[in-house]
């Protein structure tokens, strides 16, 4: 029997993919707990490399793995610094937009 691939190990290569990234941020966005849109991001930053995130974002890695945790509360401009390195951006729309 073939063996299978562990969820997280399969999670973070997917999350390599730009467009699967976005959809997967996009979705966690629409939850009402905002600890699912960190986790999220935590698991596109782990798939482009902690390292790297965090020197192009010029946070710290042990900064960014606290601004990313469970307790994280990261600030306007961390979350802006991150998204930017990570090549996202945060927009605002009308719930009611046609």
Request: glycine letters at 4%.
């Amino acid at each position: 029997m073939p063996r299978s691939e562990p969820y997280d190990d399969y999670l973070i290569e997917s999350l390599k993919d730009r467009r699967r990234a976005e959809a997967y941020l996009n979705a966690a966005l629409e939850e009402d707990d905002p600890r699912v849109f960190l986790t999220a991001l935590r698991n596109v930053a782990q798939a482009r490399g902690m390292s790297k995130v965090a020197a192009k974002s010029k946070l710290n890695r042990e900064s960014l793995y606290k601004m990313l945790s469970k307790r994280g509360n990261p600030s306007l401009q961390s979350l802006g610094a991150l998204l930017d390195s990570l090549d996202f951006r945060l927009t605002v729309e009308s719930k009611n937009a046609a």
